[in-house]
């Protein structure tokens, strides 16, 4: 199925998701001069962290990962006149929650971050997985935003993990899942 017609075919999520990011503040087009850094944290579990105390007000972290930029492997609080460095001890988003909607033998996941972002993976939106060298544990991201990814978490990737199909790539068996007409490798 073409790309235009799996648009067509889940257009009610796309427009969720395209809805979520138009109400964010435009980041991308600020650019300030750097006012220094900030001790904030994030951490990889998607935890907050002021001068060592986490957040305890959901609206607040909401509220500081819509003005999150990344510039590089920097990651910043932006407004239209300032521009502070945070720490982000993996990536700055967590994956909380997916969804799986078949329609017309096709299949698109819809996954929401802890932050409220609705990302349905796709080309635009792209599933990895890194595996860390020495534990040999995987890690998934998905392209929230922006250049943001988030982390799913391990539930979630459980979730995936009862999703998956097996297919050849390049001569070689590989299990992934699949959504928009994308496959996704996750071993």
Not at 49 to 65: I, M
Not at 83 to 93: C, G, H, I
Not at 145 to 161: C, F, T
Request: charged share 25%; glycine share 6%; aromatic share 8%.
């Amino acid at each position: 199925m073409s790309s235009a017609s799996l648009d067509k075919l889940y257009a009610d999520l796309l427009d969720k998701q395209n809805r979520g990011q138009d109400g964010l503040p435009p980041v991308e087009q600020w650019h300030p001069a750097l006012s220094g850094d900030i001790d904030i944290r994030i951490a990889r579990d998607g935890t907050w962290y002021h001068e060592g105390v986490a957040f305890k007000r959901a609206p607040l972290v909401s509220l500081f990962a819509s003005i999150l930029k990344r510039e590089g492997d920097d990651y910043f609080l932006v407004t239209p006149e300032e521009k502070w460095r945070v720490t982000v001890d993996d990536v700055p988003l967590h994956v909380i929650a997916v969804e799986r909607a078949q329609r017309s033998q096709q299949q698109a996941l819809v996954f929401t971050t802890m932050t409220g972002d609705t990302v349905v993976a796709s080309t635009e939106h792209p599933i990895r997985v890194a595996v860390n060298a020495d534990s040999g544990e995987p890690s998934p991201y998905l392209l929230v935003r922006n250049q943001l990814e988030g982390l799913i978490s391990r539930a979630v990737y459980y979730e995936l993990a009862e999703m998956l199909e097996e297919r050849q790539v390049d001569s070689a068996s590989v299990f992934g899942v699949s959504s928009m007409g994308e496959f996704f490798p996750l071993s």
